[in-house]
Every structure is written in C-alpha cells, then in structure tokens.
C-alpha cells in the first residue's frame, strides 16, 4: 500500500507581494524615491531629514517638503514584508556624507528614528496598510513607526502611511 503525507508548510522563501509606487510600478532599489504621506491631515507632509534642537546629527521629520530616499534590500526587488535598509541620498548635507541609513534610537522615553552614516542591520519591513491606501513601516520586532508630532517615532497607536513617489532623472 502507498502512503503519502502533505504539510502546508513549504521549506522554499517565496517573496511576497512587490511593493509598488505612485504610478503602480514595482519600486526598484537601484532608483530613489520620496517617502510621500497618503494621509495629509494634521500631520501631514513627507520624511524629511532635519536638525533637532540639541542634536549634532540629523533626524527624520514631517514637512512640506521630503528628501530623496534609496530601498537596500539583498535581493533584485523590494518586497513587502522584506527586511530593508533605508538609506537617505543627503549628498547637500556635509556633517552626514553622501549617504546616511535610518536605525532605531531613544527620544523623549519613546523610540524614534535618527540616522546615522554606519552600515547598520536590516531592521525594516514595508507592510500593506489596512485601513488606507499606501504602505506602513514597521521595525522588525513588529513596532509600528508612526509620529509623535513632527518627530517620526516608533508608537503603537498612530502608524505613519505613505507611498513611494519616483525621482525623476
């Protein structure tokens, strides 16, 4: 007699869904893009990489205007739910270098976003937002980046939803 067993559970790491910009493209990580808000409310604006009162390196706000970011991923594509690296192409900011990638550090008893010139590990994922159109940050522990006013930080309640917008050439 002929037996067989099926699991569910496939051994291969298939990737998820692309994750795809303003015009409905698949976002490539050799181009640069702006992170843009989908929701423009009170806390409306774009990631934008700034001073902060007391600080000797720049940090990530909410403004009018935004700064060109580049999706590091270890594969051809970006995907969501991948583990990534954000880096800002700061080439105008000097204390910075050409280039500065995001990590995770204290501010005010709740984690926030700052930058720093170092390789650091890939510790982000974009997920599909539920309730709007767009996409959400997450850390790779799970926590939600959202705001804390004009600050981006990690909260559990407000999460940050944006779309990718191609630099044009």
């Known amino acids: 007699m002929f037996s067989s067993a099926f699991t569910s559970q496939n051994p291969i790491d298939l990737p998820s869904a692309p994750v795809l910009d303003t015009n409905g493209k698949e976002v490539d990580p050799r181009l640069s893009y702006r992170m843009v808000y989908t929701n423009r409310g009170p806390y409306g604006g774009d990631i934008y990489l700034d001073y902060s009162p007391g600080s000797i390196m720049p940090g990530l706000v909410q403004t009018a205007c935004s700064v060109t970011v580049r999706l590091i991923t270890p594969s051809h594509g970006v995907y969501e ?77 407000f999460s940050l939803h944006f779309d990718f917008e191609k630099v044009q050439d």
Do not use: H
Not at 108 to 121: F, I, V, W, Y
Not at 129 to 153: F, H, I, K, W
């Open 81 to 157: 739910e991948q583990e990534i690296n954000i880096q800002f192409v700061i080439s105008n900011v000097q204390k910075c270098g050409n280039y500065t990638i995001w990590k995770v550090g204290p501010y005010n008893r709740e984690a926030r976003l700052k930058t720093g010139q170092q390789d650091s590990k890939s510790c982000f994922k974009i997920v599909k937002s539920p309730r709007l159109l767009g996409y959400e940050l997450n850390t790779c522990d799970g926590a939600l980046v959202g705001t804390m006013g004009q600050r981006v930080a990690l909260v559990g309640n």
